[in-house]
């Protein structure tokens, strides 16, 4: 069985099988590339591996360092994707710049991919290591140079197991075997007894250097231990560390209760599992109890009804069949179900990795247990399951190798109940339990005093005291050890403790759910970012630092300024009146221009070529009076007093009066979806659909669109439930791309959902905070869900805050949805945090926006109106008062039409895609279009409509208004 320790390095070969046995049968072999690059015509070679490792007070801390070489002829962008075993930490990385291993520096998770995707752009050094999904980490390097070599290491902390009386200490080495060379230094806190031959201690240190085909597969030693309680505390950083270890009688076996709770994750995830080492477990568990009765609660992205099954001499044919047929299918809903009072315990089968809807687990009574069993390795979220397993006097255990006999003696032994007495002068203690099942308990915490006093009672033994060690320890280590610790226990709620798992992970360089570790090329990087560097650059970045606050107030200021001039440029459009009569055939330039226009050919959909130059719009109309409402709000007056006049701005004066004063209708073209599985699917009877989507969903598991696609399907065909639950498996994909969820939220929004596309938005602002759309796709979505003061805050932060230049013009998209918040709401809004010079609500005819899912393309929104006359990035106001927002050419929009008085007649609607530089997330642009009618006023009509394009199909009819 593979050592839980040093998981993380088979990770990197896994794909090759197991590479061990002699170093002669290895010679024709070439080593496997342990960090892969995109495209590279030659893989990534490891020239040199340095392993360092040292044991103190049963923990291994152990260093790497590798040495790669690109020999391709071109720059690439190094991943290397690696897991942990559960408890294990990576506690420090470096980077090699200009020939110096330069440590790096903890950061919020979503801030250390925000920067680390701005500064490849300048084609600049970085280096980011994040955890994913579960306990899986990735490392990216950037740049590989062109036949040059990078350098990086490495730190690891972990725990040793325990067999016997002697901790043990296992080193895979198969990771640097194709190393051309390879140094050990390794250094013990006792004399080590066992290894390989050629690799043995020299009292309590190993050195030695070779090839790396000279490794064999794993060292392994065993380090005498002695079986008696000892607390250590040493100062780090001015405050004193504790840790206490105990050793505890393993426990016995208990009796099972004879009514049983299973709550069975059948997700999408849920393929990752091992479903032949999880029911030969269920086979112990029901032997052991003989009689009983069963509940079974299937989890998805919602809860299934509870069904009853009845075991007979530990007999559940009935129960493991129908476990044998439940599809793996939609989110992790881990939440919803309901805690039945006559349950005795329950047991959680489940990775752990919730990603829909509430994340509170139902209470259970003081007589009930929870255990939560994971089979899927690396992927589990072993923080959440155990948090939630242990706060209901259960455990968690992991099914990992061939040791099912080993889980099931955990499972069906009396979980060990701990209590310590006032712990005065001890603060934020953690009781680690994980290695109970060895005989040992381990206590940390931090403490007021450098003699604290310890007492703690196990099961239902006396009250003992823990001694205090003579011997020196390492405050360095406690500190780390508690730290380790502490995060694992926040980690049982990653969103609550959200901002103290940071604070932590920052604290002690950690890399965690919430924070990665990051390495930049220059003081100037760090400081544009605001990310405080290592200790050699600190001085001069806390200087530099102050000065750099105060500019940045300066230019906040300055941008909400010019926000102010831009939304008093729209009021005067707003304000102005515009011919609705039919454009003259020729009377001057102006209308010769206008013409041109209108004639023109529609834009190439082409990246190749640069968009045509337009003439630049003729100057419109001088401005007619202000009316009555104009000039209430240039006085000074807020949106609560001007919501009934803004509702019926269109209906007065008579010199005011819209050219339209009929109804506005809008229709959408029918848009089906014309993939093969599409087309397959339709062809059947729909109470058969779900069935036919199963028989196709394996072949087709990493494909967003064949989701989308059959998500259509059930919607038209009127199974709303199960069309939620196709959609949700978006959540399950990846949970670190955000361009996906903003799919799903944008899906949720328009299947009716927007309670449900809140926590997804939610999501996606803490991802991708950088990118105004974040904010704004929330403020919609809590509109929606009936969240208006709550809305306000995202909203009004895409028009104060300054985002970079390829999203100019989304403040005024933002703003006008704002106000029209503000005008419309039932009841008053607080307003005070937005700037009084931009509360103007400006109700409209029509409007049209489009928001695309993907960076680094480009999508354009064209409005032909019954002048037969097109509006589009190059013609952006019409003769008839028309207006097109800013061009958005480097992804994800939105783009924006409006029309105050609309002239009676057709306005086309379509979407033209103009071309991308980036591989799609779904392999197609997906579209999302929103239309309104009588925009700003209490008779507002919306609707909305998500599509894809392709490149081969370039322009699409999203649909029509008619104004009559």
Request: glycine letters at 8%; hydrophobic letters at 40%.
């Amino acid at each position: 069985m593979v050592p839980k320790s040093w998981q993380w390095c088979l990770g990197w070969v896994a794909w090759l099988g197991v590479l061990a046995g002699p170093a002669e049968a290895q010679q024709a072999w070439r080593a496997p590339p342990l960090i892969s690059v995109a495209k590279a015509e030659q893989p990534i070679q490891l020239l040199r591996a340095s392993i360092e490792g040292e044991v103190q007070a049963g923990v291994t801390q152990t260093r790497i360092e590798l040495e790669f070489r690109n020999p391709n002829r071109r720059v690439m962008e190094g991943e290397l994707q690696f897991p942990l075993a559960d408890g294990q930490q990576v506690t420090g990385f470096a980077l090699d710049i200009d020939g110096d291993l330069r440590a790096a520096v903890a950061v919020p998770k979503e801030r250390g991919r925000q920067v680390f995707e701005q500064v490849i752009r300048q084609k600049v050094d970085p280096a980011l290591l994040e955890q994913t999904a579960g306990n899986q980490f990735r490392l990216r390097v950037y740049p590989l140079p062109a036949g040059g070599t990078r350098r990086v290491q490495l730190t690891l902390r972990d725990a040793m197991p325990v067999r016997g009386e002697a901790w043990q200490w296992r080193l895979p080495l198969q990771f640097a075997v194709g190393a051309g060379q390879v140094r050990l230094h390794l250094q013990a806190s006792s004399v080590p007894q066992g290894g390989t031959d050629g690799f043995r201690f020299n009292g309590r240190e190993l050195t030695w250097q070779g090839s790396g085909r000279q490794l064999p597969a794993e060292l392994q030693w065993q380090l005498p231990m002695q079986a008696t309680a000892r607390m250590q505390v040493a100062a780090y950083d001015g405050q004193q560390y504790l840790l206490a270890q105990v050793p505890v009688a393993r426990p016995g076996a208990r009796r099972l209760p004879g009514h049983v709770g299973l709550l069975w994750d059948a997700s999408g995830s849920a393929v990752h599992r091992d479903r032949a080492r999880e029911f030969a477990l269920l086979d112990r568990y029901f032997a052991a109890m003989g009689e009983g009765e069963v509940q079974l609660t299937v989890l998805r992205d919602t809860a299934a009804p509870a069904r009853r099954f009845v075991v007979r001499g530990g007999d559940w044919s009935a129960l493991r069949k129908t476990l044998e047929q439940e599809p793996q299918d939609g989110a992790s809903g881990l939440a919803g179900w309901r805690a039945d009072p006559g349950v005795g315990e329950y047991l959680l089968f489940s990775d752990g990795l919730l990603n829909w809807g509430g994340d509170a687990q139902p209470s259970l009574s003081a007589n009930q247990r929870l255990f939560a069993i994971s089979s899927a390795g690396a992927r589990t979220d072993s923080a959440r399951l155990r948090g939630w397993a242990e706060g209901n006097r259960g455990r968690l255990l992991l099914l990992e190798g061939d040791d099912v006999a080993a889980v099931a003696a955990e499972l069906l032994s009396m979980p060990v109940d701990v209590a310590l007495a006032d712990p005065v002068g001890l603060r934020e203690v953690v009781l680690d339990r994980r290695s109970i099942g060895q005989g040992w308990l381990w206590i940390l915490a931090r403490s007021d005093d450098d003699t604290p006093a310890l007492k703690l009672r196990v099961g239902e033994g006396d009250w003992q005291s823990v001694p205090l060690a003579t011997d020196k320890a390492d405050g360095a280590l406690l500190a780390g050890l508690w730290a380790q610790a502490r995060l694992q226990q926040l980690g049982t709620d990653p969103r609550r403790n959200r901002e103290a798992m940071q604070r932590l992970s920052q604290a002690f360089s950690l890399v965690s759910e919430g924070t990665s570790l990051i390495v930049l090329d220059s003081l100037e990087d760090y400081l544009r970012f605001a990310i405080r560097p290592p200790a050699p650059m600190r001085a001069e970045y806390e200087q530099r630092f102050a000065r750099q606050v105060a500019d940045r107030d300066a230019a906040r200021r300055s941008h909400l300024d010019a926000v102010a001039a831009q939304w008093k440029e729209r009021e005067q459009w707003w304000n102005r009146r515009w011919p609705k009569d039919a454009p003259p055939k020729a009377a001057g330039p102006d209308a010769r221009q206008r013409v041109a226009y209108a004639e023109a050919p529609a834009p190439a959909a082409a990246m190749a070529p640069p968009r045509p130059s337009m003439l630049p719009p003729p100057p419109p109309p001088p401005p007619s009076p202000p009316t009555d409402l104009a000039a209430e709000v240039a006085d000074g007056a807020s949106l609560d007093r001007v919501v009934v006049s803004a509702a019926s701005a269109n209906a007065a004066p008579a010199a005011e009066a819209a050219a339209n004063d009929g109804a506005l209708e809008i229709r959408l073209a029918a848009w089906v979806p014309d993939s093969e599985a599409a087309k397959r699917l339709r062809n059947g009877p729909s109470s058969t659909l779900y069935a036919r989507y199963l028989a196709e969903r394996a072949a087709n598991a990493d494909s967003s669109a064949f989701f989308l696609d059959v998500t259509d399907l059930l919607l038209a065909a009127g199974q709303k439930p199960l069309a939620l639950r196709v959609l949700s498996n978006l959540a399950e994909m990846d949970l670190d791309n955000r361009h996906l969820l903003r799919v799903l939220g944008y899906r949720l929004m328009q299947a009716g959902e927007p309670a449900l596309a809140v926590p997804v938005f939610e999501q996606v602002r803490v991802m991708a905070e950088d990118e105004p759309q974040s904010f704004r796709d929330l403020g919609l979505a809590l509109e929606a869900s009936g969240q208006a003061q709550a809305a306000l805050q995202p909203l009004y932060e895409v028009v104060q805050r300054e985002w970079d230049s390829r999203f100019d013009g989304v403040a005024l998209i933002a703003l006008d949805e704002l106000t029209n918040l503000v005008a419309r709401s039932r009841t008053p809004l607080d307003v005070q945090m937005i700037d009084p010079r931009l509360r103007k609500a400006m109700p409209l005819d029509l409007r049209v926006v489009l928001a695309w899912d993907s960076d680094n393309s480009d999508m354009d929104l064209w409005v032909t109106d019954p002048n037969g006359e097109r509006a589009y990035y190059g013609n952006r106001l019409t003769r008839q008062g028309g207006q097109m927002s800013q061009d958005f050419t480097g992804g994800y929009g939105p783009e924006q039409f409006s029309l105050r008085d609309a002239k009676p007649g057709i306005y086309k609607v379509e979407a033209n895609y103009f071309g991308s530089r980036e591989q799609l997330v779904t392999g197609w642009a997906t579209l999302m279009l929103r239309l309104s009618t009588h925009w700003g006023t209490p008779g507002q009509q919306d609707k909305a409509v998500t599509m894809r394009l392709s490149e081969t199909e370039s322009t699409v009819l999203v649909g029509e208004f008619e104004v009559r």
